[in-house]
């Protein structure tokens, strides 16, 4: 089997048009919309696909369970995002009104990553690698 690459991302959502315009704001367009099923389909102009499905419950109480407790939960933590420049990154978020939530970090091996959280907590990463 030859992979070629990541297909898609599936996010599991509770409210559809929320979460479209909040992925709106960083220049997703919708290109699916399947009421029946409860998939939404949005593409980045990078390439990125996310399918948001629209059917989860709404009592998860604000909070990530991989994320925001203390037990750790095998499963999908966060997706990132290659940036090229945290700063124009964060000057971005803060004209948006998107909090960050975490960094900037600079990691070992270079990179410089800001964190965020979409309308159901879910984690974004956008990391700008280090230049050689």
Same mark, same amino acid.
């Given at each position: 089997m030859k992979v070629l690459n990541?297909?898609?991302i599936g996010i599991r959502v509770t409210d559809y048009q929320k979460?479209?315009?909040?992925?709106?704001?960083?220049?997703?367009?919708?290109i699916r919309e399947d009421y029946e099923d409860h998939v939404f389909v949005i593409r980045h102009p990078s390439g990125? @696909?996310?399918?948001?499905?629209?059917?989860? +419950?709404n009592d998860f109480n604000q909070s990530n369970v991989l994320m925001d407790t203390d037990n750790r939960y095998p499963g999908y933590t966060h997706y990132a995002i290659a940036i090229d420049s945290i700063n124009d990154s964060i000057h971005f978020l803060n004209s948006i009104n998107c909090k960050i939530t975490e960094g900037p970090v600079?990691?070992?091996?270079?990179?410089?990553? @800001?964190?965020?959280?979409?309308?159901?907590? +879910?984690?974004i990463e956008f990391t700008e690698h280090a230049k050689n």
């Open positions: 990541i297909d898609h979460s479209l315009h909040f992925y709106q704001q960083f220049g997703f367009i919708s990125i @696909v996310l399918n948001l499905l629209d059917n989860s +419950n600079t990691f070992r091996g270079g990179q410089t990553s @800001v964190f965020i959280r979409d309308p159901d907590r +879910n984690v």
